[in-house]
DNA sequence: AGAAAAAATAACCCTATGGTAAGAAAACTA
DNA sequence: TAGTTTTCTTACCATAGGGTTATTTTTTCT
């Protein structure tokens, strides 16, 4: 619980009784790696914030194949924010692909933190200002880059998440197939 | 400056001191067809609302070619968003793709505008909450459709921007070629 | 450790999209 | 409205990456 509770305290001053309201509505929870915490096409109840291990957010598409959005390993949270935040049902699949170490929360619940301690407005407006700006470099990068250009990309920028994903999920990410993966790193290590 | 105050009203209760500020640190603009409003490589001191006419935010790669971002329309924002929230200078270009009626706002000043008036958390919060949605999907959308199905979901999601944009700034959009598109318009055609 | 399952590589050919260049059409501009 | 510029289309070949299948390597499980 404290990897959070430095988190949220190095960006804002967080009162005792914030402190405890958050304490009070965190589940803290190991689970391992396989588990599925949410199923496309089910309610998303809670978000999870990554105190040690790896999740990754995919959806599978109409031909079956598996798409990653997103991954999160320490100090990260994931959820299906698409289906969170426009009250759906979730279009991503959770799944833990490491042993981990998480604290899950109850989406409505901590939708109401900013109505009871409204110092966390602050803080979660520069949370969601540095997620877009991931999001549009993303985006960016997708545009303008080639499979290798960004895969080099993703192992500077994430070097911890390759111990913990296989490369067909890194593939996935990078939107092509692992073959195509495969490929690159053989040219790589030619090198 | 209406549109403005209306859209903010819809979502908050906005007390008249604070619809007052708004206004003070707003400046309505008329801007042409083909102006630079955001330059790469240079400090970005505004965001834009766009009353009316289109907008793009775009970047150059390496070898000239453009990547579009972002188009905009009546009632969006648009900035350099990566630059604003990083404090870094713009990787991006911001042009106005048709004679269009904006409101300009200094980010430094709309950022403070959160201590001033913090009824503006929540709006803002929402607002940054529906802008990862639509990037969420919109990486997906690249991950899995073709360049057709993405052609044809931006036709039906935005038929408004199609008016004002070239082919070219839509290829640029979906990630493929202006001669890629044509050949998907004249097969789309064909039905 | 040995068996079974999962992941990675390799080799094949295939297809969607890219690059270049030229011509046609449309949109400005004077 | 004629001339100029921009945009769009077409056609050519080139290439990055995809699909399939088989094989090898690595990991997991008992």
Redesign the interface.
């Known amino acids: 619980m404290d990897n959070l509770i430095n988190k949220i305290k190095s960006h804002i001053d967080l009162s005792s009784k914030a402190e405890e309201y958050v304490v009070s509505i965190a589940k803290e929870l190991m689970v391992s790696k396989g588990d599925v915490l949410i199923r496309q096409g089910q309610v998303v109840k809670n978000t999870y914030f990554v105190k040690d291990g790896c999740l990754r957010a995919y959806?599978i598409?109409k031909n079956g194949?598996e798409?990653?959005?997103q991954f999160a390993i320490k100090n990260w949270w994931i959820s299906d924010?698409?289906a969170i935040?426009?009250n759906e049902l979730s279009?991503l699949t959770i799944e833990c692909i490491a042993d981990s170490k998480i604290i899950g929360f109850n989406a409505k619940l901590l939708d109401g933190i900013?109505s009871k301690f409204?110092e966390f407005?602050?803080f979660?407006?520069k949370n969601?200002?540095?997620?877009?700006?991931s999001?549009?470099?993303?985006?960016?990068n997708?545009?303008?880059l080639t499979a290798q250009e960004r895969y080099e990309l993703f192992l500077n920028q994430y070097p911890d998440i390759e111990q913990y994903a296989p490369n067909y999920h890194i593939a996935?990410y990078l939107?092509i197939t692992q073959q195509s993966l495969s490929r690159i790193r053989v040219e790589n290590s030619k090198k």
């Open positions: 959806c598409d194949k798409h990653t959005l924010f698409i935040y426009n279009t900013y409204p407005e602050a979660q407006r969601l200002e540095r997620h877009v700006v999001l549009h470099k993303r985006i960016l997708q545009l303008q996935s939107g």
